[in-house]
Protein backbone atom coordinates (compact mmCIF):
# COMPACT_ATOMS: atom_id res chain seq x y z
CA UNK A 1 0.00 0.00 0.00
CA UNK A 2 1.18 3.58 -0.64
CA UNK A 3 1.64 5.73 1.83
CA UNK A 4 -0.76 8.43 2.24
CA UNK A 5 -0.15 11.66 1.13
CA UNK A 6 1.19 14.03 2.72
CA UNK A 7 0.19 17.72 2.77
CA UNK A 8 2.55 20.11 0.01
CA UNK A 9 5.52 20.65 1.61
CA UNK A 10 6.52 23.68 2.79
CA UNK A 11 9.00 25.65 1.46
CA UNK A 12 12.92 24.90 1.39
CA UNK A 13 14.90 26.48 3.92
CA UNK A 14 16.91 29.26 2.40
CA UNK A 15 20.50 28.63 2.63
CA UNK A 16 23.60 31.27 1.83
CA UNK A 17 25.52 28.42 0.20
CA UNK A 18 25.63 28.58 -3.44
CA UNK A 19 26.09 24.40 -3.56
CA UNK A 20 23.07 23.92 -1.90
CA UNK A 21 21.15 26.64 -3.52
CA UNK A 22 22.01 25.76 -7.11
CA UNK A 23 20.34 22.10 -6.37
CA UNK A 24 17.29 23.20 -3.81
CA UNK A 25 16.71 26.88 -4.92
CA UNK A 26 13.32 27.26 -6.88
CA UNK A 27 9.96 25.20 -6.64
CA UNK A 28 9.39 21.72 -7.88
CA UNK A 29 6.05 21.90 -9.16
CA UNK A 30 5.80 18.44 -8.55
CA UNK A 31 4.16 18.00 -4.82
CA UNK A 32 1.51 15.39 -6.41
CA UNK A 33 3.71 12.80 -7.68
CA UNK A 34 7.30 13.49 -5.75
CA UNK A 35 9.11 13.95 -8.36
CA UNK A 36 12.70 14.87 -7.26
CA UNK A 37 13.50 16.66 -10.18
CA UNK A 38 10.60 18.56 -11.76
CA UNK A 39 9.55 17.18 -15.18
CA UNK A 40 9.46 18.83 -18.70
CA UNK A 41 6.36 21.37 -18.97
CA UNK A 42 5.91 20.40 -22.35
CA UNK A 43 2.68 22.48 -22.83
CA UNK A 44 2.05 25.54 -25.03
CA UNK A 45 -1.09 26.49 -22.21
CA UNK A 46 -2.34 26.25 -18.96
CA UNK A 47 -5.98 25.94 -18.21
CA UNK A 48 -7.39 29.47 -17.15
CA UNK A 49 -7.69 30.18 -13.06
CA UNK A 50 -4.76 27.56 -12.03
CA UNK A 51 -2.88 28.27 -8.79
CA UNK A 52 0.65 29.14 -9.85
CA UNK A 53 -0.72 31.04 -12.01
CA UNK A 54 0.22 30.16 -15.19
CA UNK A 55 -1.25 31.17 -18.86
CA UNK A 56 0.59 30.86 -21.96
CA UNK A 57 4.44 29.43 -22.17
CA UNK A 58 5.35 32.64 -24.22
CA UNK A 59 4.87 34.43 -20.23
CA UNK A 60 5.69 32.10 -18.34
CA UNK A 61 6.27 28.04 -17.57
CA UNK A 62 6.95 26.01 -14.78
CA UNK A 63 10.56 25.05 -15.98
CA UNK A 64 11.54 28.53 -16.74
CA UNK A 65 10.20 29.77 -13.49
CA UNK A 66 12.23 26.93 -11.46
CA UNK A 67 15.64 28.00 -13.53
CA UNK A 68 14.61 32.01 -12.69
CA UNK A 69 14.33 31.12 -9.21
CA UNK A 70 17.66 29.04 -9.20
CA UNK A 71 19.63 32.13 -11.18
CA UNK A 72 18.49 34.81 -9.08
CA UNK A 73 19.94 33.06 -6.07
CA UNK A 74 22.92 32.04 -7.53
CA UNK A 75 23.66 35.65 -8.38
CA UNK A 76 22.70 37.01 -5.68
CA UNK A 77 19.67 38.85 -6.87
CA UNK A 78 16.09 39.97 -6.16
CA UNK A 79 15.15 38.47 -9.94
CA UNK A 80 16.17 36.73 -12.79
CA UNK A 81 14.19 36.36 -15.93
CA UNK A 82 15.52 33.50 -18.73
CA UNK A 83 15.24 34.02 -21.99
CA UNK A 84 15.89 31.85 -25.00
CA UNK A 85 19.89 32.67 -25.75
CA UNK A 86 22.23 35.38 -24.64
CA UNK A 87 21.49 37.32 -27.47
CA UNK A 88 17.76 37.07 -26.66
CA UNK A 89 18.84 38.20 -23.59
CA UNK A 90 20.85 41.61 -24.87
CA UNK A 91 17.73 42.13 -27.14
CA UNK A 92 15.05 42.50 -24.08
CA UNK A 93 17.62 45.07 -22.66
CA UNK A 94 18.00 47.02 -25.58
CA UNK A 95 14.21 47.16 -26.54
CA UNK A 96 13.59 48.91 -23.37
CA UNK A 97 15.77 52.12 -24.98
CA UNK A 98 14.53 54.35 -26.93
CA UNK A 99 15.58 56.29 -30.11
CA UNK A 100 17.81 59.02 -29.65
CA UNK A 101 19.33 57.34 -26.41
CA UNK A 102 23.22 56.26 -26.36
CA UNK A 103 24.61 53.43 -24.93
CA UNK A 104 28.48 53.77 -23.46
CA UNK A 105 30.59 50.20 -23.84
CA UNK A 106 33.43 48.85 -23.31
CA UNK A 107 35.48 48.47 -26.16
CA UNK A 108 36.04 44.76 -26.07
CA UNK A 109 32.96 43.82 -25.74
CA UNK A 110 31.42 40.36 -27.44
CA UNK A 111 31.37 39.94 -31.14
CA UNK A 112 27.55 39.36 -31.44
CA UNK A 113 26.64 42.06 -29.24
CA UNK A 114 28.75 44.94 -31.08
CA UNK A 115 26.53 43.48 -34.43
CA UNK A 116 23.31 43.48 -32.82
CA UNK A 117 23.83 47.31 -31.88
CA UNK A 118 25.63 48.44 -35.46
CA UNK A 119 23.48 46.32 -37.58
CA UNK A 120 19.85 46.38 -35.84
CA UNK A 121 19.64 49.12 -33.17
CA UNK A 122 21.19 51.57 -34.95
CA UNK A 123 18.42 51.63 -37.09
CA UNK A 124 16.45 52.31 -34.37
CA UNK A 125 17.90 55.23 -33.20
CA UNK A 126 19.78 53.56 -30.65
CA UNK A 127 23.72 54.79 -30.61
CA UNK A 128 26.86 53.51 -28.73
CA UNK A 129 29.95 54.95 -28.09
CA UNK A 130 33.06 52.42 -27.33
CA UNK A 131 35.71 52.68 -25.04
CA UNK A 132 38.12 50.92 -23.16
CA UNK A 133 37.12 50.47 -18.88
CA UNK A 134 40.00 49.18 -18.06
CA UNK A 135 41.40 52.95 -17.98
CA UNK A 136 39.63 54.86 -14.86
CA UNK A 137 39.95 58.19 -16.40
CA UNK A 138 37.84 57.29 -18.86
CA UNK A 139 34.77 57.32 -16.42
CA UNK A 140 34.36 60.87 -16.71
CA UNK A 141 32.17 60.50 -19.33
CA UNK A 142 29.97 59.07 -17.96
CA UNK A 143 29.22 61.70 -15.43
CA UNK A 144 29.24 64.25 -18.39
CA UNK A 145 27.33 62.37 -20.72
CA UNK A 146 24.34 60.75 -19.37
CA UNK A 147 24.41 57.85 -21.30
CA UNK A 148 21.21 55.23 -21.06
CA UNK A 149 22.78 52.67 -19.81
CA UNK A 150 26.20 51.44 -19.67
CA UNK A 151 27.22 48.06 -21.06
CA UNK A 152 30.24 46.40 -19.83
CA UNK A 153 31.85 42.86 -19.98
CA UNK A 154 34.64 41.15 -17.38
CA UNK A 155 36.79 39.41 -18.44
CA UNK A 156 36.11 40.41 -22.24
CA UNK A 157 36.29 38.10 -25.35
CA UNK A 158 38.99 36.96 -26.54
CA UNK A 159 41.14 39.09 -24.47
CA UNK A 160 40.51 38.54 -20.95
CA UNK A 161 40.72 41.91 -20.02
CA UNK A 162 39.11 42.31 -16.48
CA UNK A 163 37.37 45.90 -15.67
CA UNK A 164 36.71 46.86 -11.93
CA UNK A 165 33.07 46.52 -11.98
CA UNK A 166 32.75 48.17 -8.33
CA UNK A 167 34.53 51.36 -9.17
CA UNK A 168 32.50 51.76 -12.31
CA UNK A 169 29.46 51.01 -10.08
CA UNK A 170 30.16 53.80 -8.58
CA UNK A 171 30.19 56.24 -11.06
CA UNK A 172 27.14 54.93 -12.43
CA UNK A 173 25.08 55.03 -9.74
CA UNK A 174 26.41 58.87 -8.51
CA UNK A 175 25.48 59.38 -12.30
CA UNK A 176 21.91 57.72 -12.43
CA UNK A 177 22.86 55.60 -15.22
CA UNK A 178 22.14 52.01 -15.14
CA UNK A 179 25.13 49.31 -15.60
CA UNK A 180 24.77 46.12 -17.29
CA UNK A 181 27.52 43.60 -17.08
CA UNK A 182 28.04 40.83 -19.07
CA UNK A 183 28.89 37.85 -16.15
CA UNK A 184 29.33 34.91 -19.36
CA UNK A 185 32.79 34.51 -19.16
CA UNK A 186 33.52 34.94 -15.24
CA UNK A 187 29.64 32.55 -14.35
CA UNK A 188 27.82 33.60 -11.10
CA UNK A 189 30.27 31.26 -9.29
CA UNK A 190 33.03 33.12 -9.52
CA UNK A 191 31.80 36.74 -9.91
CA UNK A 192 28.95 38.11 -8.36
CA UNK A 193 27.89 41.67 -10.42
CA UNK A 194 24.79 42.88 -8.54
CA UNK A 195 26.76 42.64 -5.35
CA UNK A 196 29.75 44.63 -7.05
CA UNK A 197 26.94 47.17 -7.52
CA UNK A 198 25.83 46.55 -11.29
CA UNK A 199 22.06 47.04 -11.98
CA UNK A 200 21.48 43.99 -14.39
CA UNK A 201 24.20 41.14 -14.92
CA UNK A 202 23.43 38.91 -18.18
CA UNK A 203 24.20 35.35 -18.92
CA UNK A 204 24.70 33.57 -21.92
CA UNK A 205 23.60 30.49 -20.03
CA UNK A 206 24.43 28.30 -22.97
CA UNK A 207 28.15 28.80 -21.77
CA UNK A 208 29.16 27.74 -17.96
CA UNK A 209 25.42 28.33 -15.99
CA UNK A 210 24.69 24.96 -18.81
CA UNK A 211 27.67 23.72 -19.06
CA UNK A 212 27.30 20.84 -21.25
CA UNK A 213 27.22 22.66 -24.87
CA UNK A 214 23.46 21.12 -25.18
CA UNK A 215 21.58 24.11 -24.98
CA UNK A 216 21.59 27.84 -25.67
CA UNK A 217 20.10 30.27 -23.19
CA UNK A 218 20.25 33.46 -21.72
CA UNK A 219 18.92 35.92 -18.70
CA UNK A 220 18.83 38.77 -16.44
CA UNK A 221 19.54 39.07 -13.22
CA UNK A 222 18.69 42.48 -10.93
CA UNK A 223 17.81 43.78 -7.77
CA UNK A 224 15.11 45.85 -9.12
CA UNK A 225 11.33 45.37 -9.39
CA UNK A 226 11.02 47.73 -12.23
CA UNK A 227 14.13 46.15 -14.70
CA UNK A 228 12.50 42.84 -13.71
CA UNK A 229 8.97 44.36 -14.98
CA UNK A 230 10.52 45.70 -18.45
CA UNK A 231 12.11 41.80 -18.80
CA UNK A 232 9.21 39.74 -18.35
CA UNK A 233 7.60 42.38 -20.95
CA UNK A 234 10.24 41.83 -22.95
CA UNK A 235 9.92 37.91 -22.71
CA UNK A 236 6.43 37.35 -23.92
CA UNK A 237 5.90 40.88 -25.84
CA UNK A 238 9.22 40.55 -27.92
CA UNK A 239 8.65 36.19 -27.94
CA UNK A 240 12.18 35.61 -26.17
CA UNK A 241 11.64 32.70 -24.13
CA UNK A 242 13.01 29.71 -23.91
CA UNK A 243 11.83 26.65 -24.99
CA UNK A 244 10.54 24.77 -21.27
CA UNK A 245 13.31 21.63 -22.50
CA UNK A 246 15.97 24.10 -22.57
CA UNK A 247 15.15 25.56 -19.22
CA UNK A 248 15.09 21.91 -17.86
CA UNK A 249 18.60 21.12 -19.13
CA UNK A 250 20.39 24.49 -18.19
CA UNK A 251 18.77 24.13 -14.76
CA UNK A 252 19.93 20.54 -14.60
CA UNK A 253 23.34 22.02 -15.71
CA UNK A 254 23.38 24.81 -13.02
CA UNK A 255 23.11 22.15 -10.42
CA UNK A 256 26.67 21.06 -11.04
CA UNK A 257 28.42 24.67 -11.40
CA UNK A 258 30.01 24.95 -8.64
CA UNK A 259 32.15 21.98 -9.01
CA UNK A 260 32.81 22.06 -12.66
CA UNK A 261 34.03 25.69 -12.13
CA UNK A 262 36.00 24.72 -9.56
CA UNK A 263 37.92 22.23 -12.12
CA UNK A 264 37.40 25.02 -14.82
CA UNK A 265 39.73 27.14 -12.72
CA UNK A 266 42.27 24.85 -11.78
CA UNK A 267 42.91 23.31 -14.94
CA UNK A 268 42.97 26.70 -16.58
CA UNK A 269 45.09 27.69 -14.25
CA UNK A 270 47.45 24.83 -14.84
CA UNK A 271 47.18 25.22 -18.93
CA UNK A 272 47.97 29.26 -18.62
CA UNK A 273 51.05 28.31 -16.72
CA UNK A 274 52.54 25.72 -18.72
CA UNK A 275 52.01 27.74 -21.88
CA UNK A 276 53.81 30.87 -20.37
CA UNK A 277 56.61 28.21 -20.09
CA UNK A 278 56.98 27.81 -23.76
CA UNK A 279 59.56 29.75 -25.62
CA UNK A 280 58.41 32.16 -28.21
CA UNK A 281 55.05 32.74 -26.70
CA UNK A 282 54.59 36.51 -26.72
CA UNK A 283 52.08 36.41 -23.73
CA UNK A 284 49.31 34.38 -22.43
CA UNK A 285 46.24 35.71 -20.68
CA UNK A 286 44.10 34.33 -17.84
CA UNK A 287 42.87 36.64 -14.70
CA UNK A 288 44.73 34.52 -12.32
CA UNK A 289 48.01 34.98 -13.56
CA UNK A 290 50.36 37.76 -11.70
CA UNK A 291 51.29 38.37 -15.50
CA UNK A 292 47.60 39.74 -16.01
CA UNK A 293 47.84 43.30 -16.26
CA UNK A 294 44.64 43.59 -13.71
CA UNK A 295 45.51 40.88 -11.72
CA UNK A 296 44.05 42.62 -8.55
CA UNK A 297 41.54 43.60 -9.76
CA UNK A 298 40.69 40.07 -10.79
CA UNK A 299 41.90 38.94 -7.62
CA UNK A 300 39.64 41.31 -5.56
CA UNK A 301 36.50 40.40 -7.36
CA UNK A 302 36.24 36.92 -9.21
CA UNK A 303 36.59 33.87 -7.01
CA UNK A 304 39.00 32.42 -9.18
CA UNK A 305 40.22 32.96 -13.16
CA UNK A 306 37.33 30.79 -14.89
CA UNK A 307 38.40 28.52 -17.83
CA UNK A 308 40.01 30.93 -20.54
CA UNK A 309 43.00 30.95 -21.42
CA UNK A 310 44.29 32.98 -24.28
CA UNK A 311 47.07 33.46 -25.53
CA UNK A 312 49.63 34.84 -28.89
CA UNK A 313 51.71 32.02 -29.61
CA UNK A 314 53.77 34.05 -31.93
CA UNK A 315 53.33 32.20 -34.83
CA UNK A 316 52.16 33.10 -38.18
CA UNK A 317 48.88 32.06 -39.44
CA UNK A 318 49.97 29.05 -41.14
CA UNK A 319 52.15 27.75 -37.99
CA UNK A 320 49.03 29.02 -35.94
CA UNK A 321 46.05 26.73 -37.70
CA UNK A 322 48.95 23.42 -38.20
CA UNK A 323 49.29 23.60 -34.24
CA UNK A 324 45.68 23.78 -33.77
CA UNK A 325 44.70 21.05 -35.75
CA UNK A 326 47.45 18.61 -34.48
CA UNK A 327 45.61 19.28 -30.77
CA UNK A 328 43.67 16.10 -30.09
CA UNK A 329 41.56 17.05 -27.42
CA UNK A 330 40.60 20.82 -28.12
CA UNK A 331 38.69 20.79 -31.43
CA UNK A 332 38.36 23.94 -33.58
CA UNK A 333 35.28 25.33 -32.06
CA UNK A 334 33.39 28.58 -31.42
CA UNK A 335 31.17 28.37 -27.95
CA UNK A 336 33.04 28.33 -24.44
CA UNK A 337 32.75 26.90 -21.12
CA UNK A 338 31.27 23.08 -21.65
CA UNK A 339 33.06 20.42 -19.74
CA UNK A 340 34.98 19.31 -23.14
CA UNK A 341 37.73 21.53 -24.06
CA UNK A 342 37.55 23.68 -27.08
CA UNK A 343 39.30 25.82 -29.03
CA UNK A 344 39.38 28.88 -30.99
CA UNK A 345 41.46 31.01 -33.61
CA UNK A 346 39.97 34.48 -33.53
CA UNK A 347 41.74 35.83 -36.72
CA UNK A 348 40.15 32.80 -38.84
CA UNK A 349 36.80 32.19 -37.16
CA UNK A 350 34.58 34.48 -35.28
CA UNK A 351 36.75 37.74 -36.27
CA UNK A 352 37.03 36.86 -39.60
CA UNK A 353 34.63 39.56 -41.56
CA UNK A 354 36.46 42.35 -38.90
CA UNK A 355 38.92 44.24 -41.11
CA UNK A 356 42.63 43.12 -41.08
CA UNK A 357 43.73 46.50 -39.45
CA UNK A 358 41.38 46.79 -36.90
CA UNK A 359 41.33 43.49 -35.63
CA UNK A 360 45.30 44.25 -35.24
CA UNK A 361 44.35 47.72 -33.67
CA UNK A 362 42.48 45.42 -30.98
CA UNK A 363 44.90 42.46 -30.49
CA UNK A 364 43.56 39.92 -32.59
CA UNK A 365 46.82 38.59 -34.30
CA UNK A 366 47.49 36.06 -36.32
CA UNK A 367 49.11 33.96 -33.77
CA UNK A 368 46.14 34.68 -30.60
CA UNK A 369 44.41 31.69 -30.09
CA UNK A 370 41.32 31.09 -27.44
CA UNK A 371 41.07 28.23 -25.21
CA UNK A 372 38.09 26.78 -23.07
CA UNK A 373 39.56 24.75 -20.59
CA UNK A 374 37.29 22.14 -20.22
CA UNK A 375 37.09 19.67 -17.11
CA UNK A 376 39.14 16.94 -18.39
CA UNK A 377 42.75 15.21 -16.30
CA UNK A 378 44.76 18.47 -16.49
CA UNK A 379 47.90 15.62 -17.31
CA UNK A 380 45.74 14.69 -20.84
CA UNK A 381 45.56 18.21 -21.68
CA UNK A 382 48.85 19.34 -20.75
CA UNK A 383 50.63 16.59 -22.73
CA UNK A 384 48.31 17.21 -25.90
CA UNK A 385 49.69 20.30 -25.87
CA UNK A 386 53.02 19.19 -25.62
CA UNK A 387 52.31 16.72 -28.32
CA UNK A 388 51.10 19.32 -30.89
CA UNK A 389 53.79 21.96 -30.11
CA UNK A 390 56.51 19.35 -30.82
CA UNK A 391 54.70 18.44 -34.28
CA UNK A 392 55.04 21.64 -35.61
CA UNK A 393 58.79 22.37 -34.89
C1 LIG B 1 27.92 33.59 -26.15
C2 LIG B 1 27.87 34.95 -25.57
C3 LIG B 1 26.76 35.78 -25.76
C4 LIG B 1 25.58 35.37 -26.62
O1 LIG B 1 24.93 34.27 -26.11
P1 LIG B 1 24.16 33.18 -27.01
O2 LIG B 1 23.64 32.25 -25.98
O3 LIG B 1 25.16 32.58 -27.94
O4 LIG B 1 23.08 33.90 -27.75
C5 LIG B 1 26.76 37.02 -25.13
N1 LIG B 1 27.80 37.44 -24.39
C6 LIG B 1 28.89 36.67 -24.22
C7 LIG B 1 30.03 37.20 -23.41
C8 LIG B 1 28.97 35.40 -24.79
O5 LIG B 1 30.07 34.66 -24.62
Known sequence: MPPKSKKAKSPKPASSHFETDAIHAGHGFASETGAVI???????????GNPGGFDYTRSGNPNFRNLDATLAKLEKAAFCTSFASGVSAITAVVSTL????????????????????????????????????????????????????????????????VIDIAAVAEVTRASGVPLLVDNTFASSYLQKPIELGADLSLLSTTKYTNG???ALGGAVCTHSAEWQQKMIFAQKALGLQPSPFDAWLTLRGAKTEAVRMERHCENALAFARH????????????????????????????????????ADLGFDLDRTQR????????????????????????????????????????????????????IEHIEDLLADLDQAWKGIR
Open 98 to 161: RSGDVVHAEENIYGCTFRLFAQVFAKFGVGIEYYDFTKPENFARIAREKPALVWIESPTNPLLK
Open 212 to 214: HSD
Open 323 to 374: FLSLLQYFPKAESLGGIESLCCHPASMTHASVPVETRLKVGITDGLVRFSVG
Open 38 to 48: APIYATSTFEY
Open 275 to 310: LEAKPGVKFVRYPFLPSHPQYDIARKQMRGGSGMVT
